[in-house]
């Protein structure tokens, strides 16, 4: 059973930075594309960014390239979201997920229905 654990969401002024993590167990990870989505109220939930299995390819929404960073850890089975000079509309609820595949094609990468397990979420709140 694959579990999908999410941390590190808060409270945090405009222009802050916040880590969230995603530990994850139940799948091989070090063979798992894994990806970031959030969902902020009354919205639908959107692609933030995608991770391969390796690490070396990454992929990140427009609205976040340039100050969100995500990357992995293989040995800790978790990946992490570095977010740098955060904004109001980042106001969310943010989830991880698990690919299907453990390669990522930059076509379609955001598909949600090409990742197959989700975390329960972390809320990230934004100040202005």
């Known amino acids: 059973q694959v579990q999908l654990v999410e941390s590190g969401g808060g409270l945090v002024q405009a222009g802050g930075s916040l880590r969230l993590s995603c530990a994850a167990s139940?799948?091989?990870?070090?063979?798992?594309?894994m990806g970031w989505f959030r969902q902020a109220p009354g919205k639908e939930r959107e692609f933030v960014a995608a991770i391969s299995w390796s690490g070396g390819r990454t992929y990140y929404a427009d609205s976040v390239k340039g100050r969100f960073t995500i990357s992995r850890d293989n040995a800790k089975s978790t990946i992490y979201l570095q977010m740098n000079s955060l904004k109001p509309e980042d106001t969310a609820a943010y989830y991880c997920?698990?690919?299907?595949?453990?390669?990522?094609?930059?076509?379609?990468?955001?598909?949600?229905?090409?990742?197959?397990?989700w975390g329960q979420g972390t809320q990230v709140t934004v100040s202005s």
């Open positions: 139940g799948l091989t990870f070090r063979t798992s594309a």
């Open positions: 997920a698990s690919h299907k595949n453990p390669s990522l094609s930059p076509i379609g990468v955001g598909r949600e229905a090409d990742f197959s397990s």
